[in-house]
């Protein structure tokens, strides 16, 4: 157990209680194990990997048969039985069937009787444990009762982000082991990060391999004095944002090239943190804005990248390509969305008669922004009223065609309109859409076109 | 009909000789026997208008496709090579690499892109492939059985090894499968409609995925509609950290388009050649409806056929020397049909002899004497227009504002929809290119003559006619190049002009005595600026220089070889499709419109004797029940009562003969009848039984 304990205390820094506990629990296969352990935590605190990692070593040393699967994976109960009889006893080929727990218990049962597996010990770790809760209702109060049923040496590990209380239902659940991962602080963040210095610079040493006079400046500059400031001041900014240390660790590399770079050309010196500081800035902050989208630079073409990376909404409007009465019906749409029906009438017919003004209705139109329908969301409305909007703002005659209907099914398909109700029937003309943009990109596509939303829109007559 | 022997009420099929699938049973059994691939009868095909249409329309496709082939290729070399890449890396962690094709919005269009890279890993042998449609992934389960299936079902057609794969695997036993029998080939998996995958399914599948990413290699590509907010929208964090992004942008619609025009279309290669009115509105729909590249070539394609398929007059649409050669195959009816031609009577007026008038009327084997003259000359002036097209495009294409329009197909439509000349627009032209300063200009005149130039080397030449067109353009550039060089050469000096000796009141404005004075001679000033330039005299030598190429181009290009449909040589409609009226009724589906014809006016569709109508609104006793509920619930507001509405159907349907009759009680047959076309009514949309008023019925059209 000792053994276990200190192998895994290296890789997983910061993580020795909880390694510690763990080893006390299911150190010792000799020992009964707990029926069941619930591990949870926040995305990136090492739970998975701890787990993983956990078991691998208990079945290397102490020969415990394991299973890790993933509750995702398991959209019908039937595929996690077979995989984790298929983990827990190697070797027996397709023979091992189980339709449901019943026979899955009776399985492992079986196993208790046959010689030599008295001692033997049984781990199960279920990942993304909360997707339990959605599958056959026997599933968790079986596995969290296993050890009692099939009367083996066998603990069920189950990971997930939520607390335990999440998983109470009606039924009531006996009792397990809950053991918290809690979040690294910014300390202990920094020397996870830090850790992987040596693999860092040999990195950089390797990419710099053909260039003599970077490779000597690197070899020389990135000590582990200079990582770690470096990563001071990257968690400085990125700290408050992002905890998840994988995401963190990635964006670290990725910011690193930039960070070294006057000191590669020889413009800043390598202790000089200050002016690194000023030169670093800027781009630790835009990078902030994409930090979890993941998206890959290619190695040529930063042009075209830069087009991508400004996601404004203006550059979106107007990088949408759509069809010029696609455009319009969008408009119709939003339009539709943000009036009231009853409104209808005045703003597209053109002699729609005198309004008559009375205190009540001033008193009521003098609308704070609270009530402003462009800010409190869409509206629904029917095809009909869709089209009638459409020809009333477009100032051609169109025939209502085929291809003019098909569009709007395409803009269903690209999630710019959205059905509300009534999906299944379009024919009687009771199916209702709800327009799914906001003002300043329907306003954007309106000036691509040449027509003016905001003129149409009750909130700003 | 046979009766039944069921006891149970209900709808029975009799199967009989009409049935659909006996015909279709009955045509394979034909066909073969036929001994050609088409759907149409040997007597069609063997018409030499069938054979030039066939060739005219492979060229076209394979042109196009070749076209197509190229301007994917960039995107998809880099696609398979960030493929084959990502074999080479080792994963180390959870991360799934992620291609995102930014495709546009037409993703049918798109379709066949993604089959190309399929084929084209295929052949390079390093990736598995499967295309995951949305429509196959309504829950997690069917997606995951469509991709396990996929890439297995790809194994055997790959190694020929009988697994009994049932496709009912589960995860666990694709991982040991898959794993098994692959090491480095990488496992694609395609999602071409990104927009159109449920969102959980879509993340689960992610994450199942990344998950495996470690055993399995696999590589995931989403082809997206619409923008990279869309990719970001549907995946949150916890999905989004599971993948590494690499985006790839294809070519626009739009741009795709204008290539296809610019390079098949217009090609001066291409006998077959559309009007300003059809092409528009080809374009049209494009640009205003769908953004299909594939539409548009199949609306192209039915233009074609249309065109072709109006009698083997229009086999002679081809090349010069083949137009030749079919000319002796043509009948007297073909004749007549060319001798019917719109065209053909301006021809046959401008003729003064009346032997040689009567000749062509009558004489066949006169007119097929005169017939290559006319082809070369139309043929000719095609090759013409084309070339000096060139020549107007570079020309005004990039003037503010594009009064003419900035693209070549726009040019196009402009010119042969009506004498360009005397559009304001051209006026407007002239007008901004006169404003061009000296180098601007000269550079600019030189631009368009070197283009056109090069035009004429590069596509024209080769062509059978294209010495002649060449000859026939050559000087006139040169005469135009002359007179630029005339407009390098002209100083800015003024020159005097007759009828300006009397304006010698410039050196005179010091010498006012008063206020008065001065306002009065400068508004006389202005006043003489004003007429200058209305009577377009220009006052210095570069100027008139100016003036004087554009007028050159203007009468030896424009008007010459830019001349609109109507005013183009006899016996064009043989070369140019203009049935627009045909086209658009076929091609634009109208269902509201047919509809409400079919209704109202039954006689349009069935033809019979019994409902010919006088008037649209007429209602005869005749017409079917279906119709006259349908005339009936016309004049009805938004609520149609149903006893009125009986009332008045039953009134229509006797013709008012039993008028005294028994007002209350109402034959059960009327009654049938009418409740059985309201519930056809209702079938078809037009009506809604509330439920609020149980007597009432809800209009829902309008």
């Not at chain 1, 970077?214 to 700290?239: D, G, H, K, P, W």
């Not at chain 2, 090491?183 to 993340?203: K, Y």
């Not at chain 2, 005169?370 to 107007?392: A, G, N």
Request: charged residues 25%; aromatic residues 8%.
């Amino acid at each position: 157990m000792e053994s276990i304990c200190s192998s895994m205390e290296k890789l997983f820094p910061c993580r020795e209680a909880a390694i510690g506990i763990l080893g006390e629990l299911i150190g010792d296969s000799k020992e009964a194990y707990p029926s069941a352990i619930y591990l949870f935590g926040h995305s990136g605190t090492g739970k998975t990997a701890l787990t993983r990692a956990f078991l691998k070593e208990c079945g290397r040393k102490q020969n415990v048969r394991t299973a890790h699967l993933n509750a995702i994976e398991c959209y019908t109960t039937k595929i996690m039985l077979e995989i984790l009889l298929d983990s827990l006893a190697p070797g027996q080929g397709d023979a091992l069937k189980a339709d449901n727990m019943l026979d899955f218990v009776e399985q492992l049962h079986q196993w208790h009787g046959a010689p030599g597996a008295e001692s033997q010990g049984f781990l199960i770790a279920v990942d993304n444990a909360e997707r339990l809760r959605d599958m056959d209702a026997n599933v968790l109060p079986v596995l969290l009762r296993l050890q009692q049923l099939t009367s083996l040496n066998l603990c069920v590990i189950l990971l997930s982000q939520l607390p335990f209380e999440k998983f109470y239902n009606k039924t009531g659940l006996s009792e397990v082991i809950s053991l918290h991962l809690a979040q690294y602080n910014k300390a202990e963040t920094q020397r996870i990060l830090g850790s992987d210095f040596a693999q860092v610079r040999s990195q950089l040493l390797e990419q710099f391999a053909q260039d003599t006079k970077r490779l000597e400046i690197c070899q020389e500059a990135v000590t582990e004095e200079f990582y770690n400031n470096y990563l001071n001041l990257f968690l400085s900014v990125f700290y408050k944002a992002c905890r998840d240390v994988p995401e963190l660790q990635l964006t670290a590399r990725k910011c690193l090239s930039i960070y070294l770079e006057p000191v590669l050309d020889g413009t800043v010196e390598a202790t000089d943190i200050s002016r690194l500081w000023r030169h670093i800035a800027g781009p630790l902050r835009s990078a902030l804005t994409q930090i979890y989208m993941r998206i890959e630079k290619p190695p040529e073409e930063t042009e075209d990248f830069a087009a991508i990376e400004d996601q404004s909404v203006r550059k979106l409007a107007q990088s949408l390509e759509l069809p010029y009465y696609a455009k319009f019906l969008l408009i119709a749409a939003f339009l539709a969305s943000h009036n009231a029906a009853n409104q209808d009438k005045r703003l597209f017919v053109k002699h729609h008669g005198k309004q008559r003004k009375r205190m009540q209705m001033v008193n009521a139109r003098a609308k704070t922004t609270e009530k402003m329908s462009t800010t409190l969301g869409p509206k629904s409305f029917s095809i009909d009223r869709l089209l009638a909007i459409f020809y009333a703002i477009l100032e051609e005659k169109v025939g209502l065609t085929c291809n003019l209907l098909s569009q709007i099914s395409t803009l269903v398909h690209l999630k710019l309109l959205s059905f509300v109700s009534g999906e299944q029937n379009i024919m009687d003309g009771s199916a209702r859409l709800q327009c799914t943009i906001g003002l300043e990109f329907v306003m954007q596509i309106g000036k691509v076109v040449g027509f003016n939303v905001r003129q149409y829109l009750c909130d700003f007559m | 009909m046979d009766p039944t022997i069921s006891v149970s009420k209900g709808c029975f099929v009799y199967k009989n000789g009409a049935t659909r699938a006996g015909k279709k049973a009955a045509g394979k059994r034909k066909r073969p026997a036929a001994g050609s691939s088409s759907l149409l009868g040997q007597e069609v095909v063997e018409q030499p208008f069938y054979a030039e249409y066939r060739r005219a329309w492979s060229q076209l496709n394979q042109h196009i496709a070749d076209l197509q082939q190229r301007s994917y290729a960039r995107t998809l070399e880099q696609l398979v090579d960030f493929v084959v890449r990502q074999g080479q890396r080792e994963a180390r962690d959870e991360v799934l690499p992620t291609a995102a094709l930014l495709t546009g919005i037409n993703q049918p269009d798109h379709l066949s892109q993604f089959t190309a890279l399929t084929q084209r890993l295929h052949s390079q042998r390093s990736a598995r492939v499967c295309v995951l449609q949305s429509r196959d992934c309504a829950t997690l389960k069917a997606a995951v059985e469509s991709l396990v299936f996929g890439l297995i079902e790809n194994e055997d057609a790959d190694e020929e090894d009988a697994d009994d794969d049932d496709g009912e695997e589960d995860v666990a036993d694709r991982d040991r499968k898959a794993a098994a029998s692959l090491t480095r080939t990488q496992l694609v998996v395609i999602l071409p409609d990104f927009e159109c995958f449920a969102a959980s399914v879509l993340q689960d599948l992610i994450l199942i995925l990344s998950a495996h990413c470690v055993a399995l290699p696999f590589v995931l590509v989403l082809g997206v509609a619409t923008a990279m907010t869309a990719v970001h929208g549907t995946l949150p964090y916890h999905v989004s950290s599971k993948i590494r992004l690499r985006v790839f942008q294809t070519q626009a619609a739009p741009t795709g388009l204008n290539e296809v025009l610019d390079k098949v279309l217009l090609s001066p290669k291409y006998a077959f050649h559309l009007s300003g009115k059809t092409f528009k509105f080809l374009t049209h729909i494009f640009l205003y409806y769908d953004f299909s590249i594939h539409g548009f070539i199949q609306g192209f394609k039915y233009c074609l056929m249309e065109h072709f398929f109006a009698g083997n007059a229009f086999a002679l649409c081809t090349d010069y020397s083949k137009a030749l050669a079919r000319i002796k195959q043509l009948t007297h009816e073909d004749m007549e049909t060319i001798r019917r031609l719109p065209s053909f009577r301006p021809y046959v007026e401008q003729i003064n002899d009346c032997k040689r008038i009567i000749a062509v009327l009558t004489d066949d084997d006169y007119l097929k004497k005169k017939l290559p003259q006319l082809l070369r000359d139309c043929l000719l002036h095609f090759l013409l227009f084309r070339s000096s097209l060139e020549f107007l495009t570079e020309l005004v294409g990039d003037l503010p504002r594009c009064p003419l329009g900035k693209l070549r197909r726009e040019l196009y439509v402009n010119c042969l929809n009506k004498a360009v000349v005397t559009t304001p627009e051209y006026k407007e032209c002239v007008q901004m290119l006169s404003f061009l300063s000296k180098d601007e200009f000269v550079a600019k005149v030189s631009r368009c003559l070197d283009r056109t130039e090069q035009f004429l080397a590069d596509e024209i030449a080769s062509l059978e006619l294209g010495e002649a067109c060449t000859a026939v353009l050559q000087p006139q550039l040169e005469t135009i190049r002359k007179s630029v060089d005339d407009v390098v050469n002209a100083s800015m000096a003024t020159v005097k002009s007759p009828n300006q000796e009397r304006a010698p009141t410039a050196d005179h404005l010091t010498a006012v005595a008063s206020r008065q004075e001065l306002k009065e001679q400068l508004l006389q000033r202005s006043k003489e600026d004003k007429s200058r330039h209305q009577q377009n005299t220009p006052t210095t030598q570069f100027a008139r220089a100016l003036q004087k190429t554009l007028q050159l181009i203007e009468s030896l290009l424009v008007q010459d070889h830019l001349r609109p449909l109507h005013d183009a040589p006899p016996i064009h409609e043989l070369f140019v499709f203009s049935d627009i009226a045909t086209v658009r009724r076929n091609i634009i589906g109208a269902p509201r419109a047919a509809l409400h014809t079919a209704l109202n006016n039954p006689h349009f569709y069935m033809q019979c004797k019994c409902c010919e109508l006088q008037d649209q609104a007429q209602l005869v006793g005749s017409l079917p029940d279906l119709s006259v509920v349908y005339k009936l619930h016309l004049e009805c507001g938004r609520m149609i009562n149903l006893f009125d509405w009986l009332q008045a159907f039953r009134s229509v349907v006797s013709g008012g003969d039993n008028e005294d009759g028994n007002q209350e009680q109402i034959d059960p047959q009327i009654q049938a009848r009418f409740t059985r076309a309201v519930a056809e009514l209702q079938f078809l949309g037009y009506i809604k039984m509330s439920k609020r008023k149980t007597d009432h019925a809800t209009r829902l059209t309008w």
